[in-house]
């Protein structure tokens, strides 16, 4: 066996339920979800576990419920001796291996993906931004597209997330995002389809969020980490606490470089790649990305006891 990675998902890998095997069957789980309540001053617990799915989505609440599943699950992951080398988040997920990393606090952690997720809701109101998924296209041609449609429109659309080979997805103004679309499908997209997300997360459009998060993670108790963190914004490995909190504050308004951060993961070495919280979503594209790499999911009860058995004995 090679060497061992952790990935944390991000938006949109969040279902009703999560997490709640965890803290039946692992008090070490159970504790995260207690302790992060307390520290958030609301049951985000019960919002993971009980819903209702619609409080859940909004991202004020998605990105601390997402990171609190992924802790709770690194928690028993790392309790039963599982140990990688490095670990890698896409985009709130770096937040989770951060805090996996041994850089963050959980609870300032959770209290700072809670503001993240309202100053990037209330930087573009609700109608004017949109994203869209483009299957089919190389990343070149995306860029391309985009280029066209914003210039020829005055307004913004970019690529926003470089997923694997062939997934883009774009963000911006809802018109130029929509005029993307159709011209991405007359360039033969496979598929184009807007996504149901409330702002057109890493586009420029963020600028005001990234304005208005800067100085709270200036402020972070951040430290260096024990394993370095793949970033969102440029795939390079990073341990310091400076580089780590430039990361962070590139990331809002920057594109997530997923594609190019397990290929770079990838040639480092690193051939086993376990998810760690919900869904399987990291997975599926790493595998889109690199067939031959090994990847374990962590969210549930069977598959951490899996992962566990396997990769530790």
Known sequence: MGRIAALFPGQGSQAVGMGRDLAERWPA?????????????FKLSELCWSGPEDELRLT?????????????????????GLRVEAVAGHSLGEYSAVVAAGGLDP??????????????????????????ALLGLANQVVVELCAEVSAASGEIVVAANFNSPGQVVIAGTAGAVSSTVTAAKERGAKRALPLPVSAPFHSPLMAPARAGLEPILAGLDLGDLEVPVYRNVDAEPVRRSDEVRDGLIRQVDAPVLWTQTVERMRADGFDVFVEVGCGAVLSGLVRRIDRDATCYQAGTVAEIERAISDLVG
């Not at 789980?29 to 001053?41: K, Q, S």
């Open 60 to 80: 004020t609440n998605t990105q601390p419920a997402l990171l609190a599943h992924s802790v709770a699950a690194w928690r028993v992951l790392t309790d039963g």
């Open 29 to 41: 789980a159970a504790a995260v979800f207690a302790e992060l309540d307390r520290g958030l001053g």
């Open 107 to 132: 609870v300032d952690a959770a209290r700072t993906v809670r503001e993240r997720g309202r100053l990037m809701q209330a930087a573009v109101p609700v109608g004017e931004g949109a994203m869209a």
